[in-house]
Nanobody, 114 residues
Framework: QVQLVESGGGLVQAGGSLRLSCEAS????????LGWYRQAPGKQREMVAL???????VYRDSVKGRFTISRDNAKNTVNLQMNSLKPEDTAVYYC????????WGQGTQVTVSS
């Protein structure tokens, strides 16, 4: 069973930065795509950023230019650098990894105060 463990969430003021990290229990090279999703209270879970095996990335429009997804194959981690954070970025952030099935982490809270 694949395990994904997120870290790096917390409370930050608007305009600040946070770096999320997700460590996988197996070689991340075995996954077709890795990503970060988020879910705010009362809202559906939404895609934030994806990174594919070849290195291509996809971002939701509202985070383009502020967030950067990256992967470290040596450490089996996928990271999300979040800059210029806004209160609307407040959510629980989930790491996702996909082979034939999707795997999810337990989530980490990010709170941005105005």
């Amino acid at each position: 069973q694949v395990q994904l463990v997120e870290s790096g969430g917390g409370l930050v003021q608007a305009g600040g930065s946070l770096r999320l990290s997700c460590e996988a229990s197996e070689n991340i090279g075995s996954f077709n795509v890795l990503g970060w999703y988020r879910q705010a209270p009362g809202k559906q879970r939404e895609m934030v950023a994806l990174i594919f095996t070849g290195g291509n990335t996809v971002y939701r429009d509202s985070v383009k230019g502020r967030f950067t997804i990256s992967r470290d194959n040596a450490k089996n981690t996928v990271n999300l650098q979040m800059n210029s954070l806004k209160p609307e970025d407040t959510a629980v952030y989930y790491c996702n990894a996909q082979k034939r099935l999707p795997y999810w982490g337990q989530g980490t809270q990010v709170t941005v105060s105005s």
